[in-house]
């Protein structure tokens, strides 16, 4: 009989990871889903473990004390921030994942999930519909280790039999915390600066299409694909994933359907430069087929629920915003 799953996140106070902890707590309980970070937030409830994903020693004596069957690793260094200081982005998104790769194999873990992104992606990438096949171009340190990590999951996915499953992420939108230094974070942050300020500034100039993705339905995406079964996922690098896409100035536009007075302004950035070589849209045909992909949110639904959830940490009492 199979014991029952044991679930390890790295990087759980992440944007992603505070919410897939959540979700996983509820289905498997807090006792088979153990957090980790390099430091643990005072809000955090459940298992929580303090591991430094460099530290492959402390990983590894984590994975066999607590009997771990599964690795959720969400520990890395994002776009925008990676630019800052790309050797140490490289360091630790390259060989954190080769430590839970090894780790993986020697102790025969059941799953591994690991993130990709659109960064994998670059110049020469068309910016329409952007196939599953087209060859990575990244132009950033994140994206760089991004695309060599599809790669090495899939060496070890086909050498050593370890089931490793990957996503390319287009841009998360969640309310639950504040984005973590990656080039989609406006579309974050703005919701924050309606509900507080009334007007925000934008990093990127209107017109920029990026792709994106609601909290819920990127969770559902992971979760979905992490249960399907062995021979459904027919793709061993990272499946492409779409769900929306918008230029700030249609966000804005949609906020403003519900704050009538909500300004936006535009003073783009170096961001700018890395979100000029990211596709505009996404074709995910393939995860739709193997295994039943479906986004729920489309960009009216997404604002409308970023709105209100924010009122109620904002504006606790009921008096939401009204400019």
Same mark, same amino acid.
């Given at each position: 009989?199979?014991s029952p799953e044991k679930i390890l996140i790295t990087g !759980?106070?992440?944007?992603?990871? %505070?919410?897939?902890?959540? $979700?996983? /707590? ?5 006792? =088979? ?35 771990i069957t599964q690795i959720y690793h969400l520990a890395a ?24 790769l090894d780790v993986g194999f020697r102790q025969q873990l ?8 659109? !960064?994998?992606?670059?110049?020469? %990438?068309?910016?329409?519909? $952007?196939? /599953? ?5 990244? =132009? ?184």
């Amino acid at each position: 009989m199979r014991s029952p799953e044991k679930i390890l996140i790295t990087g !759980a106070n992440g944007q992603i990871g %505070t919410v897939l902890t959540q $979700t996983l /707590q509820a289905r498997y309980g807090q006792d =088979n889903v153990i957090a980790s970070d390099i430091r643990a937030e005072e809000t955090f409830s459940g298992q929580f473990e303090r591991i430094d994903v460099l530290d492959v020693k402390r990983l590894e004596k984590v994975v066999v004390d607590r009997q771990i069957t599964q690795i959720y690793h969400l520990a890395a260094i994002l776009s925008a921030k990676g630019e800052k200081d790309p050797q140490w982005a490289w360091n630790l998104n390259m060989n954190g994942l080769f430590n839970v790769l090894d780790v993986g194999f020697r102790q025969q873990l059941r799953k591994i999930f690991f993130p990709s992104s659109i !960064a994998v992606f670059g110049n020469f %990438t068309p910016k329409i519909n $952007t196939s /599953q096949s087209h060859f990575l171009d990244p =132009n950033t340190v994140y994206g760089i280790s991004k695309a060599a990590g599809e790669y090495w999951c899939n060496y070890y996915r086909n050498n050593y039999d370890l089931d490793v499953r990957s996503l390319r992420f287009p841009g998360i939108i969640g309310y639950q915390t504040l984005a973590g230094g990656g080039t989609t974070d406006y579309a974050v942050d703005i919701f924050h600066a309606a509900i507080q300020h009334g007007t925000y500034e934008c990093f990127l100039k209107s017109d920029t299409r990026l792709p994106m993705m609601y909290m819920d339905d990127a969770i559902k995406c992971v979760y979905d694909m992490m249960d399907a079964p062995y021979e459904a996922i027919t793709f061993h690098g990272a499946y492409n994933i779409g769900a929306i896409n918008f230029t700030p100035s249609e966000i804005a536009a949609e906020i403003q359907k519900h704050l009538p007075n909500f300004t936006i302004t535009y003073e783009p950035d170096f961001r700018q430069q890395i979100a000029d070589t990211w596709p505009n849209s996404i074709d995910d045909s393939l995860a739709k087929k193997d295994w039943g992909w479906s986004p729920e949110y489309d960009l009216a639904k997404m604002t409308s629920e970023m709105l209100k959830q924010l009122n109620k940490k904002y504006n606790p009492k009921g008096n939401p915003r009204q400019s």
